[in-house]
């Protein structure tokens, strides 16, 4: 029920520990994350909790800008190989909502950021981050906290800087954890009956025929870092046997996501059993304070 190991449990320690100590809103900030606004906290609180469209606004997702100012993603690095997956471009789309100017301050999100996150204690009680999702545990939030009836908007005011650290990991760490979470999320979303489309374009295109995507990026990769032994091939079959490892992995994790996407539900049972039984545990006033 409780961990500190992966982002999801992370997640779920800062919905504990306020809820604990009887607040009634939980901010969530990265390490990486630096407010420059004064106003930030009153810009956070002001609207979570209220009424929209007959539901508890539940959740006030926020977002980041660079340290160059820009709130948008460096494209400039995809390669041809990519022209499938291009997460960077279909992001950036995502977060145009945030500069259009004819928008209202609260907007309808298909994403959420959980290092600016503002979450109300009544959407906490009753929906938890997902410990099973690898990564993107702050845009499968939004879609439980939608699911489970609460309302989720992005402020338009938002903000804060992100500065996070020059640390590399590669290509193919960072896909077969995408992989992982776009599969999984599918899954889930089948299981609720939500068409993935109501998140588009991101993460909603990566949440559809997630396999045909998964697959072709895969071959074109294939092909682009093995292209020198490739031209050396002299049979079908040969090609096929490049091809081994992948399939076997991809087997391997669609297996996974496709077993393990109702867990969550059955997680959320019982954390809902956690939250009323840790409001007997109410800590005083003044030990909070001290906290």
């Not at 022209?83 to 909502?97: Q, T």
């Not at 992982?180 to 609720?192: A, G």
């Amino acid at each position: 029920m409780i961990s500190n190991k992966g982002y999801g449990n992370v997640r779920n320690l800062c919905l504990l520990l306020p809820h604990i100590l009887d607040y009634d809103v939980a901010l969530l900030i990265d390490d990486d994350e630096i407010v420059t606004d004064h106003l930030f906290l009153q810009t956070a609180t002001e609207f979570i909790g209220s009424q929209v469209k007959n539901k508890i606004l539940g959740v006030v997702a926020g977002y980041y800008v660079n340290a160059d100012g820009s709130i948008f993603l460096d494209e400039s690095q995809t390669l041809w190989w990519n022209l499938v997956w291009e997460k960077e471009k279909l992001m950036n789309e995502a977060f145009r909502i945030i500069t259009d100017s004819k928008s209202e301050r609260l907007v309808d999100t298909p994403f959420a950021l959980g290092g600016n996150l503002v979450i109300y204690r009544k959407c906490w009680e009753q929906v938890p981050f997902d410990p099973l999702i690898t990564r993107g545990e702050d845009m499968d939030y939004l879609r439980s906290v939608k699911y489970f009836g609460f309302e989720a908007k992005l402020d338009r005011s938002l903000s804060i800087k992100h500065e996070p650290p020059n640390v590399s990991t590669s290509y193919k760490i960072k896909f077969r954890q995408d992989i992982h979470r776009f599969l999984y999320s599918k899954y889930k979303l089948e299981h609720m009956k939500v068409d993935p489309s109501e998140f588009d374009p991101y993460p909603g295109y990566f949440l559809r025929q997630t396999e045909g995507k998964v697959i072709l990026t895969e071959l074109l990769y294939n092909i682009f870092q093995n292209k020198e032994a490739l031209v050396e091939l002299e049979d079908v079959t040969q090609f096929l046997d490049h091809m081994k490892d992948i399939d076997f992995y991809f087997k391997e994790i669609h297996e996974e996501c496709r077993n393990t996407s109702e867990k969550y539900f059955e997680f959320q049972k019982n954390w809902k059993t956690l939250m009323v039984n840790l409001t007997s545990l109410k800590i005083p006033s003044d030990t909070a304070a001290k906290i």
